[in-house]
């Protein structure tokens, strides 16, 4: 299993993106969502793939 470190949003490696954000996910608390920071800044849309979650609202 490869552990690639993408954003959620726009699936930008994030490795060496200072800005980027990692947090659990607000509605199931099991999946790991990352984001970078460019979709922090333009409050792009995610939706978790566990749980069907959309955030950031
Ligand atoms: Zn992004
Ligand atoms: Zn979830």
């Known amino acids: 299993m490869k ?3 993408q954003c959620i949003s726009c ?3 994030i ?3 200072r800005g980027s ?3 659990l ?3 199931c608390g099991k999946h790991e969502i ?3 920071k460019k979709c922090r800044q333009i409050v792009a849309k995610y ?3 566990e749980c069907g979650f959309e955030g950031p609202n």
């Open 47 to 49: 939706t978790c793939p």
């Open 25 to 27: 996910c607000p509605g």
């Open 34 to 36: 990352i984001r970078c």
């Open 21 to 23: 954000v990692k947090f």
């Open 11 to 13: 699936k930008t490696n």
């Open 15 to 17: 490795a060496n993106d």
């Open 3 to 5: 552990n690639v470190i």
